[in-house]
């Protein structure tokens, strides 16, 4: 990088002044989920800096953007470790995320985090001290249980990351959701990011091959040995009816190799999101995956199998039907037939 130097007197000031314009004026977008990613997109023009903690979505982005315009993160890895174990490598975090992120000033910080990511929630405290903090959440969330329990992990984290940190009890699960009070502290004002369409797919059109199926279906990633079992039979008779040429898979991750179907079919790239790929397809299928909101809200039809599954709990289905219907747009709708000839009907 090209420096420049400036003397007054006998003292030689030294200024990276290229380097300073870079980080003034220009925005610091954290892109930690698919979800993020039509809002990241919109975002990412003039000048910019995106930063994630997952491989997948920093292997896409660098279909479309320079390295410079990139950073990928690692994030700790403190499953399964002793309490003390955890302490030292929240000191190694903090010591690194101080050093990378105290030196951004005046930029424009959008983040759409509501749980989880605590080291990223850290570094958006770093930079809320010099530069103004803007936060669109990523999901709209049903009324929720309180739940007190877990207390040591949220002392954990206000000690060690100083993170407000409220949970929650759905079903059988514990979430950890941000309390208002973390927002307040980073003052964060409320993000209103339009999804610009013409952008993205502009951006991924040079990346993204067309599609000539009509239907594309979003892979679990449950395991249970019952559930696939009836995923099997499911899928098969629906493959079978359909033809394999008018539907296409995608998979979560690397899990491909668990699933062998009668029929071959096409399988989407696993890394390239799901919800760049949706607009490609007339009908969108899943399970309870988020993708099935983000079609609707994209006036594409959208269909959760969910109902088919007698495997699955009726509380995992109510909890699911909650959270998806939760975050759909005036006039948008999912489709939950509860037989496969009900599906059939759907997609004629």
């Not at 992120?101 to 990511?117: G, I, P, Q, R």
């Not at 009890?169 to 309390?179: N, V």
Request: hydrophobic share 40%.
């Amino acid at each position: 990088m090209e420096r420049s130097w400036i003397c007054l007197g006998t003292n030689k000031l030294k200024f990276e002044i290229n380097d300073l314009n870079w980080r003034m004026n220009k925005k610091i977008i954290f892109c930690l989920s698919n979800l993020n990613i039509p809002s990241t997109i919109s975002l990412a023009t003039n000048e910019f800096e995106i930063f994630t903690q997952s491989k997948d979505i920093y292997n896409f982005l660098k279909l479309m953007y320079p390295d410079k315009y990139l950073k990928y993160i690692e994030e700790s890895d403190i499953a399964d470790k002793s309490l003390i174990y955890k302490g030292c490598l929240f000191f190694k975090s903090k010591f690194n995320l101080r050093k990378k992120f105290e030196k951004y000033k005046n930029c424009d910080v959008y983040f759409f985090l509501v749980s989880y990511a605590h080291e990223m929630a850290y570094a958006i405290r770093i930079l809320s001290k010099k530069n103004q903090i803007y936060h669109q959440p990523a999901v709209r969330l049903p009324q929720l249980e309180v739940c007190q329990k877990s207390f040591l992990w949220r002392f954990f984290l206000k000690l060690f990351y100083g993170l407000d940190i409220d949970s929650f009890k759905i079903g059988d699960r514990l979430i950890y959701l941000y309390s208002p009070s973390f927002f307040q502290k980073i003052n964060a004002k409320p993000a209103y990011i339009s999804i610009d369409a013409s952008s993205i797919s502009a951006q991924t059109s040079k990346v993204l091959n067309n599609y000539s199926e009509k239907i594309v279906f979003f892979m679990t990633d449950r395991l249970d040995e019952k559930f696939i079992k009836e995923l099997y039979k499911i899928l098969n008779l629906i493959l079978n009816s359909v033809g394999p040429n008018h539907i296409a898979i995608k998979y979560r991750n690397s899990l491909q190799e668990e699933f062998k179907f009668d029929l071959i079919y096409r399988t989407l790239p696993n890394f390239f999101p799901g919800n760049i790929m949706i607009a490609n397809f007339s009908i969108v299928v899943a399970i309870d995956s988020a993708i099935l909101f983000e079609a609707a809200n994209m006036g594409i039809k959208s269909i959760s199998l969910i109902n088919l599954f007698s495997t699955l709990s009726n509380t995992i289905k109510t909890d699911f039907i909650s959270y998806a219907q939760s975050n759909l747009n005036h006039n948008a709708t999912i489709y939950y037939p509860y037989t496969v000839e009900e599906f059939l009907e759907l997609i004629c």
